[in-house]
Nanobody
Framework: VQLQASGGGLVQAGGSLRLSCAAS??????????WGWYRQAPGKQRDLVAA???????NYADSVKGRFTISRDNAKNTVYLQMNSLKPEDTAVYYC??????????????????WGKGTQVTVSS
C-alpha cells in the first residue's frame, strides 16, 4: 500500500488549500477503517490535525475546528483535508495516515497503519 499526499503549497493568511492523499497498491481487498491528517512544524512533534473513521466519527484539533474538514472519496481511494482561513501557525509538513483493518462496536479501529510522505504547507502573514 502506498499513500501519495499532495496539494500543499504557499498561501497567504486567510486563504485555502485542499490536501489529497491517494492510496494505491493492493488495497482492493482491504477495509479502510480510519484516516487522518497530522502535521509537524520545525522543531516540534507530529500532532493530529483531523481524523475520522468508517464508523462515522470525526475529531479535530482545537486549533483547526471550524476551519478544516476531513473527508474521503471511497471510489477514488482518496482522503482530503480542506483547509480554510489558514493562519501562519498552520505552517507545517502535513502527513496522511490510513488504517486498514477492523472497527469494533465502540468505534475503535484496529489494523495496519500506512503513512504518506509529507506535503509542505506554508502560510504567509
Amino acid at each position: 500500500v502506498q499513500l501519495q499526499a499532495s496539494g500543499g503549497g504557499l498561501v497567504q493568511a486567510g486563504g485555502s488549500l485542499r490536501l489529497s492523499c491517494a492510496a494505491s497498491g493492493s488495497i482492493s481487498s482491504l477495509n479502510a477503517v480510519g484516516w487522518g491528517w497530522y502535521r509537524q512544524a520545525p522543531g516540534k512533534q507530529r500532532d493530529l490535525v483531523a481524523a475520522a473513521t468508517s464508523g462515522g466519527t470525526a475529531n479535530y484539533a482545537d486549533s483547526v475546528k471550524g476551519r478544516f474538514t476531513i473527508s474521503r472519496d471511497n471510489a477514488k481511494n482518496t482522503v482530503y483535508l480542506q483547509m480554510n482561513s489558514l493562519k501562519p501557525e498552520d505552517t507545517a509538513v502535513y502527513y496522511c495516515k490510513i488504517t486498514y483493518g477492523n472497527i469494533d462496536y465502540e468505534g475503535e479501529t484496529y489494523g495496519m497503519d500506512y503513512w504518506g510522505k509529507g506535503t509542505q504547507v506554508t502560510v504567509s502573514s
